[in-house]
């Protein structure tokens, strides 16, 4: 094979993926932003034309708590998720072939049934009648009146309860990569257990926690069933008002202004996390 | 007991395996110590109760009069130089090698003048801002070096420290370790599976099999008078012999009948009895050969063979010679060929000799 075709032939191997990207990505995240200029028809439809009034209508300070609601939980979120899932990768990646078949099972199952169905049986488990609300008040650890459900917590609860499995994936996949070795070696050198992991492993896996980050950050932001689902009526996040200008108001134009707004929010640090892993890269060769 | 590093009566099982057997050492300080043995004797095993990752069994493991057996690896005055170097690949080289006085938090003033004098030791300073896959496997092994010595460990444990190398650099850093050792003056216990390495990299070796040690020597003395068979057959190459003493001399000496071969007159380090079945060590390069048989004499053992086969390695020439059951092994220098006779070729009959203080008795393997 010649090196001027070598090119050509990785252009054809991505092909189809970029075809992929291109028509379910780029052309629908295209017309979501050409939406946003559009005028709204009474019918719940598309206007003709261009206006820029939908913009003015986003800009409502109602939707800044959004937003900021929107923010810090998909954040707290992602760091709960990284926290519970670092041990459970560092662990994974040590224990034998066996069992970390049988570990990754386990965390792939609970996908095997539907996600509404997973969100319900948190609801009735948390709900006032329901087993852990009666089993916590039973053993005094919360007053009788307790409400589990409608709660921000909750909601932070159920996302932690979502997404830790795509934090402990490219987690695990990072640290089966790792030199436990080089654990030793840090022993050696004076740090103790404690500094072995968050000098040695944890830089280690720096490419898996981001990827972490990214997938939890991400899903977190768009999610508006399990805030509608386990969260009270303070608790929206910005996809609970997209869902609801697309399904109760029929205003797609400004469901898409807030959406392509959220997209920006979330692809503007992607591009400086992806611009940082390319310099981190070139900085180690 | 006295000495710097003493491990004392140190035994580690895993499962079924005995990986370290009752083994008792005594390193002074400053020394340099090999652990040498085949793969699973369990030098690595004792090189890691010394680390602190394994924890003995039984006995006990003394750096400067202090009991270490139960300390974690952080805290004792040890440090290691990793078989695959353990660098950490997120830090520079400067970062790598501060990264000990770090934990130790040192203040920031020493640790700089400390990995700066660490980096000059070990020729590097313009590799600091390196990261370590940028260095070649040479350098890798001088950063790993510099990170555990600037600790001023008590002992500095190298584990198969030449063993990632090619030849070339292998023998090149042979010496760097040498001088390096010289230069610093801490103790320095080696493991290794390389009885070259060994060899010339230390003042002392102890020779493991099957967990236990078999003899505790100097080079010169592990070459030129093994203890058992095995020391004997690991260290260099050795034809054994098995026969009956006949007669015993004064000094040491012991004339052994064994079959096909005579009455060879050899030298033992320990008692013999008469009758007692004795095995015998000739190194090969020990036999001079020569076609006409030559003069008998009470010091001269002389026996003749067939050659059966023969390999040129340049500096020497070896050649596998029979003589009724025995096939033995000589290694002939070309300056060293006596007499300018011709080389002996092969399906030539030729005469071995050795003088008797070549021939040493080992002791029996297992049945001793």
């Known amino acids: ?285 | 007991m006295d000495g710097f590093l003493v491990i004392d009566g140190v035994s580690k099982t895993f499962g079924a395996q005995r990986a370290v057997d009752d083994v008792s050492l005594t390193v002074a300080q400053g020394e340099a110590f090999s652990l040498l043995g085949p793969s699973g004797c369990g030098k690595t095993t004792l090189l890691r109760m010394i680390a602190g990752f394994e924890r003995p069994d039984r006995g006990r493991i003394l750096v400067g009069g202090q009991d270490i057996t139960a300390l974690p690896p952080e805290q004792r005055p040890v440090n290691t130089v990793f078989q695959n170097y353990a660098l950490f690949p997120h830090l520079s080289v400067w970062e790598n090698i501060a990264f000990g006085l770090r934990m130790s938090r040192r203040p920031r003033e020493e640790i700089r003048s400390g990995v700066d004098r660490m980096l000059e030791l070990v020729r590097l300073s313009e590799h600091a801002r390196k990261r370590p896959t940028q260095l070649s496997g040479g350098q890798r092994q001088r950063v790993a070096i510099a990170r555990a010595l600037v600790n001023r460990p008590q002992v500095l444990l190298l584990d198969e420290p030449l063993a990632a190398l090619d030849l070339k650099l292998r023998q090149h850093m042979l010496m760097e370790l040498n001088t390096l050792h010289e230069q610093v003056g801490t103790t320095f216990i080696y493991v290794t599976h390389d009885q070259g390495e060994a060899m010339s990299l230390s003042d002392r070796i102890a020779v493991m099999n099957t967990g236990k040690v078999e003899q505790v020597d100097s080079p010169e003395n592990l070459y030129e008078s093994p203890r058992t068979s095995f020391v004997a057959s690991f260290i260099g190459d050795a034809n054994f012999f098995t026969g009956v003493a006949v007669e015993m001399q004064h000094e040491g000496y012991v004339r052994v009948k064994v079959e096909g071969l005579g009455s060879p007159l050899v030298l033992s380090n320990g008692e013999v009895s008469a009758n007692q079945t004795l095995r015998l060590m000739v190194r090969p390069e020990k036999i001079s050969l020569t076609l006409k048989r030559p003069p008998s004499g009470e010091r001269v053992n002389a026996f003749s063979g067939v050659v059966e086969d023969m390999a040129y390695f340049g500096s020497h020439t070896r050649y596998r010679i029979r003589a009724g059951e025995h096939s033995i092994l000589a290694q002939l220098q070309r300056s060293r060929f006596s007499g300018g006779e011709i080389d002996p070729a092969r399906g030539a009959e030729v005469w071995m000799s050795f003088h008797p203080d070549e021939g040493r008795v080992v002791r029996l393997e297992a049945t001793a």
């Open chain 1, 1 to 285: 094979m010649s090196t001027e075709s070598r090119p050509v032939r990785q252009w054809l191997l991505t092909l189809p993926s970029l075809l992929w990207l291109v028509v379910f990505f780029v052309i629908p995240a295209i017309l979501v932003i050409i939406t946003a200029f559009r005028p709204a028809n009474l019918q719940g439809g598309v206007g003709t034309g261009w206006t820029l009034a939908t913009l003015r209508e986003v800009q409502d300070p109602a939707y800044l708590p959004l937003l900021w609601r929107t923010l810090w939980l998909s954040g707290a979120t992602t760091l709960v998720c990284l926290a519970l899932a670092l041990p459970v990768a560092f662990q994974m990646a040590r224990t034998g072939e066996r069992m970390r078949q049988v570990l990754l099972l386990l965390i792939v199952i609970p996908f095997l049934s539907n996600f509404l169905i997973r969100i319900f049986a948190w609801k009735s488990l948390l709900h006032p009648e329901g087993p852990l609300t009666k089993l916590l008040i039973g053993l005094h650890l919360i007053p009788e009146n307790a409400v589990l459900l409608n709660h921000v917590g909750t909601v932070l609860l159920v996302l932690v309860y979502t997404q830790l499995p795509f934090a402990i994936l490219p987690l695990y996949a990072a640290a089966e990569k790792f030199d436990f070795g080089l654990l030793d070696a840090a022993r050696d050198l004076g740090a103790g257990p404690w500094r072995s992991f968050s000098k040695v492993f944890v830089p280690g896996v720096r490419r898996g926690l981001i990827s972490a980050s990214v997938m939890v950050f991400v899903c977190c932001l768009g999610q508006y069933v399990i805030p509608q689902m386990v969260g009270g009526t303070s608790d929206e996040m910005l996809g609970s008002k997209i869902a609801q200008r697309v399904f109760s108001d029929r205003n797609l134009p400004h469901a898409s202004a807030l959406a392509g707004g959220l997209m920006l929010a979330v692809l503007v640090p992607m591009l400086v996390v992806v611009l940082w892993q390319q310099f981190g890269r070139k900085e180690a060769e």
